[in-house]
């Protein structure tokens, strides 16, 4: 077991991964995973909102009352995507036409809600820094799986490069149920996998 | 004092200062992103009508458009066409000759769904521009239609027929008024 700010790192990766373990920002996952191009920017993009909500709200964890906790978080995590949004756009303009389609589907994202509610709003910034890493490239590499299978199934690419005319791309795999199907079969897999580890270690 | 007026005004406090460095935020950035979409805009008429030296802003009954010219010839039109597709609004430019033959298109802003409506802007490995927005080239713009001349985007019908039908029914607009 990987104690300390390491093992809140190491937790957002596999054990606690918010895609397939936690089962959470789901709607941006089905919408996004058509791609791995897609799926990257959106893991990025996130990934960058996760650390800056989470360093914001266990800042002000002390001061914010309890009653009225989500609202302010609510708050916060739309100024901070915001604000990063505008800079993007004002001074990193490349970057804003690749993710700024992005933006508004992570405000959406209940990750980053999720986080703030069941960490950084008890722990101190540094821990939240890394539990942000963690659970945002954990996010990254779910999408990226997610995406690498949907796009070869059903668009017959990877990164946009053409990796075979033999076949007609079945299209449903890029649509709502081809997303739906790739994640459930993989949570499927990786519980049983799991299943399997625990049974053995009893 | 009353514990829900406490929490009313913790609340309103923070919303008070996030509203402020929002504010503050948009000031200092809005010039600098109002230069990146008018360079961005530059581009586009440069790559759509690349003859033309200069490219002179107009407005006729509200609709901006641009006038491109070679030394004192006029040799097209650049329209900024507003199309409403799948999930809100494009920002489409096309470039026309005089005689309403398009001459190219750029969708400069979309909000369509990454990995389907998206392919309007799509550029395969080994080609420089948009295949989509290609198909509209040396077509007139009176004509295009989806199914008819321009093939759709598979899975993205909407995005495509967005695209079309605004590119279509803004140059006919125009093109009766400058006639007139």
């Known amino acids: 077991m990987v104690r300390g700010n390491l093992g809140e790192f190491v937790k957002g990766l596999w054990k606690e991964n918010p895609t397939f373990r936690i089962v959470l920002g789901l709607c941006p996952t089905l919408a996004v995973s058509t791609s791995v191009a897609n799926g990257i920017g959106m893991g990025v993009a996130a990934t960058f909102v996760l650390l800056g909500s989470n360093i914001f709200v266990s800042l002000v964890r002390t001061i914010v009352p309890e009653k009225v ?134 | 004092m009353n514990q829900m007026a406490k929490f009313g005004l913790i609340l309103g406090i923070i919303c008070l200062i996030a509203t402020l460095v929002l504010a503050l935020t948009y000031e200092v950035t809005r010039p600098k992103i109002i230069e990146q979409l008018r360079q961005e805009e530059q581009a586009a008429l440069k790559k759509i009508i690349p003859d033309a030296d200069s490219f002179e802003l107009k407005t006729l009954d509200g609709v901006e458009y641009f006038e491109a010219m070679k030394g004192s010839d ?61 198909q509209f080239k040396g077509k007139s713009a009176k004509a295009v239609a989806v199914k008819k001349n321009i093939d759709a985007i598979t899975g993205a019908t909407i995005s495509s027929k967005a695209v079309t039908d605004a590119i279509r029914d803004a140059v006919d607009i125009f093109l009766k008024k400058v006639r007139k």
């Open chain 1, 69 to 202: 906790r989500i609202p302010c978080y609510i708050v916060i995590i739309a100024t901070f995507v915001t604000i990063a949004d505008l800079f993007m756009k004002a001074y990193a303009p490349l970057l804003s036409r690749s993710l700024g389609m992005f933006v508004p589907l992570i405000v959406v994202n209940c990750i980053v809600l999720g986080r703030a509610e069941a960490f950084s709003s008890k722990e101190p910034p540094l821990k939240s820094i890394f539990d942000a890493l963690g659970m945002g490239i954990g996010f990254t590499w779910a999408l990226i799986v997610i995406s690498a299978i949907r796009e070869v199934t059903g668009n017959g690419t990877i990164m946009g490069i053409c990796i075979s005319r033999q076949f007609e791309p079945p299209l449903f795999m890029i649509l709502a149920p081809g997303a739906l199907l790739t994640i459930g079969a993989l949570i499927g897999v990786i519980n049983y996998f799991t299943l399997k580890v625990k049974a053995k270690a009893k």
């Open chain 2, 74 to 134: 006029l040799i097209g039109y650049c329209l900024k066409v507003t199309g409403s597709g799948y999930s809100g609004y494009m920002r489409i430019i096309v470039g026309i000759d005089p005689n309403g033959v398009i001459r190219g298109v750029s969708v400069l802003e979309h909000q369509e769904t990454p990995g389907l409506g998206s392919k309007i802007t799509e550029v395969r490995p080994d080609e420089t521009e948009p295949w989509f927005l290609k």
